[in-house]
């Protein structure tokens, strides 16, 4: 066996071995030669039957039901309704989770509920706790929206390295913003230990799982998470723009102050009262009027979730990046490229991040080749692993095409 054909070897043997190859078949992809999507982890690709559904609903429903489809077709509880099919992809049982607006408003409506949460709880010292402490490698989006927040309860933010939270936890905290994978190099936090020393600090953390849902066991009860919000375009593949999610621990329910109540959040939508009584459970997180054709080209495509384990998406995600690692250390020509992504599985997200001195040309050029990546300013290769469409095939040819490249 040659030294280049043994990648190839092993990927067609990996491929024969996976168990979630045929998942494949649910989604809309470009089977030409040559081509491999690597980019799920920006916007994760289209399942078969969203197109179907969505005609349905633009046809039918919206067309020749009109008004009657917010209750004959249930418009009216899509919000939680997708929110119970999304809660197993991250360990939450049903109850907890609503879908709709943005990751961003559901951070903010998270970052100054958690104030309020620590706040109103009678937590230690809880009329001195001003801070809010913010993932300093944050999207920085999050970063903006917990500004606005602590302007909004009275607080100041400080960033703060994940490894180095522990130490700057205090009696002034009044929340923490996490994100669960760090978008710019994939790295995997430490959400079981993060969240049980900011509860040891007498405050509550808020959990961004935008890079993780999906790709990952999350396991929001089982760690006691208080809230946590989430995209659904990325390893979820609601589509470009799909509705995000916002979840909020059972027992955090009934003391959980959004800042932005409406009257789908109303316990009495269609009383029209002057004055707001919040719903109960997790519909308080509700807002407006749900965004339905977009929220049912979400419900449509999570029905590519049927019957997969997480725990089995997660075996195979470390698989893919593990291979693609291997192939790149057998192709690329030493020094080259750098692994920003941390090698440890249990430190690694389903992305890995490559240092490159030259990336912003050398990405445009591996997209011309067919291998579909990402550029992050100012030298970070982003290549993204999602296990139900993806084969280790695909991983083989992307890194020899890369390695061709960089040459």
Same mark, same amino acid.
């Given at each position: 066996?040659?030294?280049?054909?043994?990648?190839?070897?092993?990927?067609?043997?990996?491929?024969?071995?996976?168990?979630?190859? /045929?998942?494949?078949?649910?989604?809309?992809?470009?089977?030409?030669?040559?081509?491999?999507?690597?980019?799920?982890?920006?916007?994760?690709?289209?399942?078969?039957?969203?197109?179907?559904?969505?005609?349905?609903?633009?046809?039918?429903?919206?067309?020749?039901?009109?008004?009657?489809?917010?209750?004959?077709?249930?418009?009216?509880?899509?919000?939680?309704?997708?929110?119970?099919?999304?809660?197993?992809?991250?360990?939450?049982? *049903?109850?907890?989770?609503?879908?709709?607006?943005?990751?961003?408003?559901?951070?903010? /409506?998270?970052?100054?509920?958690?104030?309020?949460?620590?706040?109103?709880?009678?937590?230690?010292?809880?009329?001195?706790?001003?801070?809010?402490?913010?993932?300093?490698?944050?999207?920085?989006?999050?970063?903006?929206?917990?500004?606005?927040?602590?302007?909004?309860?009275?607080?100041?933010?400080? *960033?703060?390295?994940?490894?180095?939270?522990?130490?700057?936890?205090? *009696?002034?905290?009044?929340?923490?913003?996490?994100?669960?994978?760090?978008?710019?190099?994939?790295?995997?936090?430490?959400?079981?230990?993060?969240?049980?020393?900011?509860?040891?600090?007498?405050?509550?953390?808020?959990?961004?799982?935008?890079?993780?849902?999906?790709?990952? %066991?999350?396991?929001?009860?089982?760690?006691?998470?208080?809230?946590?919000?989430?995209?659904?375009?990325?390893?979820?593949?609601?589509?470009?723009?799909?509705?995000?999610?916002?979840?909020?621990?059972?027992?955090?329910?009934?003391?959980?102050?959004?800042?932005?109540?409406?009257?789908?959040?109303?316990?009495?939508?269609?009383?029209?009262?002057?004055?707001?009584?919040?719903?109960?459970?997790?519909?308080?997180?509700?807002?407006?009027?749900?965004?339905?054709?977009?929220?049912?080209?979400?419900?449509?495509?999570?029905?590519?979730?049927?019957?997969?384990?997480?725990?089995?998406?997660?075996? /195979?995600?470390?698989?893919?990046?593990?291979?693609?690692?291997?192939?790149?250390?057998?192709?690329?020509?030493?020094?080259?490229?750098?692994?920003?992504?941390?090698?440890?599985?249990?430190?690694?997200?389903?992305?890995?991040?490559?240092?490159?001195?030259?990336?912003?040309?050398?990405? *445009?050029?591996?997209?011309?080749?067919?291998?579909?990546?990402?550029?992050?300013?100012?030298?970070?290769?982003?290549?993204?692993?999602? %296990?139900?469409?993806?084969?280790?095939?695909?991983?083989?040819?992307?890194?020899?095409?890369?390695?061709?490249?960089?040459?």
């Amino acid at each position: 066996m040659s030294e280049a054909s043994a990648p190839r070897d092993r990927a067609e043997a990996l491929d024969s071995a996976d168990e979630l190859a /045929k998942r494949r078949e649910l989604f809309v992809l470009d089977d030409a030669p040559g081509v491999t999507y690597l980019d799920g982890n920006s916007l994760g690709a289209l399942p078969a039957a969203v197109p179907g559904r969505i005609e349905d609903v633009v046809r039918r429903q919206w067309g020749e039901l009109r008004i009657r489809s917010w209750q004959e077709s249930g418009w009216w509880t899509a919000p939680e309704r997708i929110g119970d099919l999304i809660a197993p992809l991250v360990g939450a049982a *049903p109850g907890q989770i609503v879908a709709g607006d943005s990751t961003s408003v559901n951070v903010f /409506k998270a970052v100054v509920g958690a104030v309020r949460l620590t706040r109103d709880g009678g937590a230690p010292g809880a009329g001195g706790r001003d801070e809010v402490l913010v993932d300093a490698t944050t999207f920085p989006t999050d970063g903006y929206i917990a500004e606005s927040a602590a302007r909004m309860t009275g607080c100041r933010v400080r *960033p703060v390295a994940p490894g180095e939270l522990a130490g700057a936890l205090g *009696p002034r905290t009044a929340a923490v913003l996490l994100n669960h994978v760090d978008y710019r190099t994939g790295r995997l936090h430490d959400l079981p230990g993060l969240t049980a020393a900011v509860h040891a600090a007498g405050a509550h953390v808020v959990w961004d799982l935008c890079h993780s849902a999906g790709a990952l %066991p999350v396991g929001l009860d089982a760690h006691g998470v208080d809230l946590a919000v989430g995209c659904t375009y990325k390893y979820l593949n609601g589509g470009p723009g799909s509705p995000a999610y916002l979840y909020v621990r059972s027992g955090l329910q009934d003391r959980f102050d959004s800042p932005l109540p409406g009257w789908n959040s109303h316990v009495e939508p269609f009383g029209m009262r002057r004055e707001f009584e919040p719903a109960p459970g997790a519909l308080r997180g509700r807002v407006g009027t749900p965004d339905i054709l977009s929220m049912l080209a979400l419900e449509a495509a999570l029905e590519v979730w049927d019957g997969v384990p997480v725990e089995s998406v997660r075996a /195979k995600s470390l698989a893919l990046t593990d291979f693609f690692l291997e192939c790149v250390e057998a192709y690329v020509p030493g020094g080259r490229l750098e692994c920003l992504t941390p090698r440890a599985h249990a430190e690694r997200g389903s992305q890995i991040t490559l240092g490159c001195a030259d990336a912003a040309e050398v990405m *445009p050029r591996l997209i011309g080749r067919g291998v579909i990546g990402d550029f992050r300013p100012p030298d970070a290769l982003r290549f993204g692993f999602t %296990p139900l469409y993806l084969g280790f095939g695909e991983v083989e040819r992307a890194a020899r095409v890369l390695a061709e490249v960089v040459a």
